[in-house]
């Protein structure tokens, strides 16, 4: 994990947001929420860039990153960006990209993949920087920054670039995955007479509550599968049932192909 988990006074940056989507939404909230932001220091922006932020977030789809760059370095141009940090969520898109994008402006750039959970402050996040040696002491200083921000909405994770389009297959897109595995679990709930509203939340606090257990305990999953599973038992059937249905091939399989689609995004 990074080593931005401590305190931090960020009442003094202005934070931009390029794009307006979910992801946006997600990290604007969450830091809103968390208490790392006030609302006066969060900028949304379409096809524009706020020439006042110190850290812009770049939240759009990456085939129309060049439209959106041109853009941006339209409304920039003329503006001192040596200490700015352009923090990129686009999926595949490379730190040596962007620099070509956005060559013109001098800006300094973090690649990151986080994910839709920032809204409420459990999100995971991958990063990596791509500073250059002689890049000013403001720039690191507005690193921290965004480590900070980042841990703050859950956990974040510094690593090498070259891991990132690999990992972007649990943490960018594992939500939706887990989001139909409790959409499918409340489904079962319901084939058994469970109120369709109470099936949901009970499937959705499971799914927390084992989460939580493997985070806190440090314990092994497979450890706490069998902690579940007594001998002869109502559970152990029914993870012979998830065998036999393939349900870790079919998840490993979901994270290499998304993965797989990250690297021909760049």
């Known amino acids: 994990m990074s080593s931005g988990t401590g305190s931090r006074d960020l009442s003094a940056l ?11 939404f997600a990290i604007g909230s969450g830091l809103i929420k968390q208490g790392v932001l006030k609302a006066n220091q969060r900028h949304y922006g379409q096809f524009r860039g706020d020439p006042e932020a110190d850290i812009i977030f770049l939240c759009v789809k990456p085939h129309i990153l060049p439209v959106f760059a041109k853009s941006i370095e339209g409304k920039l141009a003329g503006v001192d960006c040596s200490e700015k940090v ?9 730190l040596d990209r ?77 939500p939706a995955y887990v989001y139909q595995i409790i959409e499918a679990l409340a489904d079962g709930a319901v ?26 305990t440090g314990k092994h999953p497979a450890v706490l599968k069998d902690e579940v599973c007594s001998p002869g038992g109502a559970t152990i059937h029914g993870v012979h ?8 091939a079919t998840l490993m399989n979901a994270v290499e192909k998304s993965a797989n689609r990250a690297k021909e995004l760049q």
């Open 98 to 174: 962007l620099k070509s994008e956005f060559a013109s402006l001098g800006i300094n750039h973090v690649r990151t993949m986080p994910n839709t959970p920032m809204q409420v402050g459990a999100g995971c996040t991958i990063y990596s920087e791509g500073f250059e040696v002689d890049c000013p002491k403001t720039v690191r200083d507005r690193y921290e920054d965004i480590k900070f921000m980042l841990n703050q909405l859950g956990l974040a994770y510094e690593v090498r670039e070259d891991q990132i389009n690999g990992i972007t297959g649990l943490t960018g897109c594992g």
């Open 14 to 24: 202005t934070v931009g947001f390029i794009g307006a989507g979910n992801m946006a």
């Open 86 to 94: 352009l923090v990129s969520v686009l999926a595949g898109v490379k």
């Open 241 to 248: 049932e998830l065998e036999k249905g393939g349900l870790r």
């Open 191 to 216: 084939k058994q007479g469970a109120a369709r509203d109470q099936a949901i939340r009970m499937a959705a606090q499971t799914v927390m509550g084992a989460a939580k257990t493997v985070l806190e």
